[in-house]
């Protein structure tokens, strides 16, 4: 059977294998049904996986022959794979011929840009693109001197692209968001946003500019309470805005804290206050990953009471999220009052997860049907009493003692289980009894260096997919394969 003997179903999948340049290199004009398959792939690039040579190839040979018939919607460049890629692109695009390729992009993407290359790709390219509407930024290292260059390039790009709606700013460090409020600008066109920034009055300052936004994603690097630019820009906002929230239209809002230096409940929640809309708001996850020395008012912050009373303010929020990641060597914290009637009639999400020094964890949370969990495997884990968990996905990894039956501590904790990832496991000196979960769908076994099927299936008897990828697979015949 040739290539083209099948129906356009498995070509589609066939190709769902293939990058964006492959498929385009290998298939694009051979016939007209090919090419209608292809359709999907002509619209966009991802030229961050590209060697010097396809770059080059995909810019003058095949692109050209795409913008016959089909536009190019979306463009990602990067330098980590292709060191030089983004500079080297902006010398193309100064060519008219080679613009008329990239006119019509709406979606940009950079990965592991430097400052002056974007400051010349901007200048050079994104301004005069009338149509973009959604733009990612991506920068791996950036010196201090470079910050307020940036704040500038993107106030220049909002002055300019009136109808960009997606805008994801990633820096190390943070950006620093001063500037804005001295320029007072307004990115009325945002409507989803995703970006780092330093401290909270940069997270005050940033909401007081995009007052149509309805998701947003935000990490903070430092959160230290009570600092004066907070204070003064908090009181600013309260006293001159009549209303309650500044995002009346959000729907969606993430945050997640690096570090903490100080922190206070009370001016914690009047800033969500200004966030979260009591009528439009459905979803909040909140993430702090830390190693912050604690303190009461962080122990103030694990209080299922108090963010009860504030969360009951919010009757549309449906989806709610918290998480903790810390690393101290504390007694716990007091998450007993998370597993109250009103989160456990939400159906709410509440993870502790906490990496002491002496190499053991300790994991909580209360019933959710969480999308994964994953857990090294030790007998200081399983003698930790440890409450039941509604993971669907759970990986396993470390197995360092295998006299452990990790298929009974499956079965005690991880009741709902329907997908088992099982890591760095040698399966042929494990001693566990079946797993009889009728939860359980698919295994997935990867760098072990033993396999024996005929263990598995007795380990496993209910499942419908395995997946193997390991040194040595043995059969039922005792062939090594």
Same mark, same amino acid.
Do not use: G
């Given at each position: 059977m040739q290539l083209l003997d099948f129906p356009d179903e498995v070509l589609c999948k066939i190709f769902e294998y293939l990058s964006l340049f492959d498929a385009l290199n290998a298939f694009l004009n051979i016939n007209e049904r090919l090419n209608r398959i292809l359709t999907p792939f002509k619209h966009q690039i991802d030229l961050?996986?590209?060697?010097y040579g396809q770059?080059?190839?995909?810019?003058?040979?095949?692109?050209?022959?795409?913008?016959?018939?089909?536009?190019?919607?979306?463009?990602?460049?990067g330098d980590r794979r292709t060191p030089g890629q983004i500079e080297l692109f902006n010398k193309l695009i100064s060519s008219p011929t080679t613009f008329e390729n990239y006119k019509h992009v709406e979606n940009v993407v950079f990965q592991s !840009?430097?400052?002056?290359?974007?400051? %010349?790709?901007?200048?050079?390219?994104? +301004? @005069?693109?009338?149509? $973009?509407? /959604?733009?990612?930024?991506?920068?791996?290292?950036?010196?201090?001197?470079?910050?307020?260059?940036?704040?500038?390039?993107?106030?220049?790009?909002?002055?300019?692209?009136?109808?960009?709606?997606?805008?994801s700013i990633e820096i190390p460090s943070g950006l620093s968001c001063s500037s804005l409020s001295s320029s007072q600008i307004q990115f009325s066109s945002l409507i989803y946003l995703k970006i780092n920034i330093k401290i909270p009055s940069d997270l005050l300052i940033l909401i007081q500019c995009i007052p149509n936004i309805e998701h947003l994603?935000?990490? !903070?690097?430092?959160?230290?309470?009570? %600092?004066?630019?907070?204070?003064?820009? +908090? @009181?600013?906002?309260? $006293?001159? /805005?009549?209303?309650?929230?500044?995002?009346?239209?959000?729907?969606?809002?993430?945050?997640?804290?690096?570090s903490i230096i100080s922190f206070h409940f009370e001016e914690f929640q009047q800033i969500l206050a200004l966030i979260l809309s009591p009528s439009t708001t459905i979803s909040f996850k909140f993430c702090i990953s830390n190693d912050f020395k604690p303190n009461d008012s962080l122990s103030n912050l694990i209080n299922g009471q108090q963010w009860e009373n504030f969360l009951k303010l919010y009757n549309v929020l449906n989806n709610?999220?918290?998480?903790?990641?810390?690393?101290?060597?504390?007694?716990?914290?007091?998450?007993?009052?998370?597993?109250?009637?009103?989160?456990?009639?939400?159906?709410?999400?509440?993870?502790?997860?906490?990496?002491?020094?002496?190499?053991?964890?300790?994991?909580?949370?209360?019933?959710?049907?969480?999308?994964?969990?994953?857990?090294?495997?030790?007998?200081?884990?399983?003698?930790?009493?440890?409450?039941?968990?509604?993971?669907s996905t759970l990986l396993i990894y470390s197995?360092?003692?295998?006299?452990?039956?990790?298929?009974?501590?499956?079965?005690?904790?991880?009741?709902?289980?329907?997908?088992?990832?099982?890591?760095?496991?040698?399966?042929?000196?494990?001693?566990?009894?079946?797993?009889?979960?009728?939860?359980?769908?698919?295994?997935?076994?990867?760098?072990?260096?033993?396999?024996?099927?005929?263990?598995?299936?007795?380990?496993?008897?209910?499942?419908?997919?395995?997946?193997?990828?390991?040194?040595?697979?043995?059969d039922e015949n005792h062939m090594p394969r």
């Open positions: 961050t996986r590209l060697s770059f080059i190839h995909y810019v003058e040979i095949i692109l050209p022959i795409l913008n016959k018939n089909h536009e190019l919607k979306m463009i990602k460049l !840009i430097k400052i002056d290359e974007l400051n %010349d790709f901007i200048n050079e390219y994104l +301004l @005069k693109l009338s149509n $973009l509407v /959604s733009l990612s930024i991506e920068i791996d290292s950036i010196s201090d001197k470079d910050y307020p260059i940036l704040a500038k390039l993107i106030i220049n790009l909002f002055n300019n692209l009136t109808n960009l709606i997606k805008l994603i935000v990490a !903070i690097f430092w959160w230290s309470s009570q %600092d004066q630019r907070t204070v003064k820009i +908090l @009181k600013d906002i309260q $006293l001159n /805005s009549a209303q309650t929230t500044l995002l009346s239209k959000l729907h969606k809002f993430s945050l997640s804290i690096n709610f999220q918290l998480s903790f990641r810390l690393m101290n060597e504390t007694d716990t914290f007091p998450i007993e009052s998370f597993q109250s009637k009103f989160f456990q009639m939400k159906n709410w999400f509440f993870s502790y997860l906490k990496f002491p020094f002496k190499n053991t964890s300790i994991f909580y949370s209360i019933p959710y049907k969480f999308k994964s969990f994953d857990i090294p495997v030790d007998k200081e884990i399983l003698t930790n009493s440890l409450p039941l968990n509604y993971a197995l360092n003692d295998q006299t452990i039956d990790f298929n009974d501590f499956i079965s005690k904790y991880f009741p709902f289980v329907e997908k088992l990832l099982l890591d760095q496991l040698d399966f042929k000196e494990i001693n566990a009894n079946p797993l009889n979960q009728s939860s359980l769908q698919t295994v997935q076994i990867k760098n072990a260096p033993h396999i024996h099927l005929r263990n598995i299936y007795h380990l496993f008897p209910l499942i419908n997919t395995l997946c193997i990828s390991c040194f040595s697979i043995i």
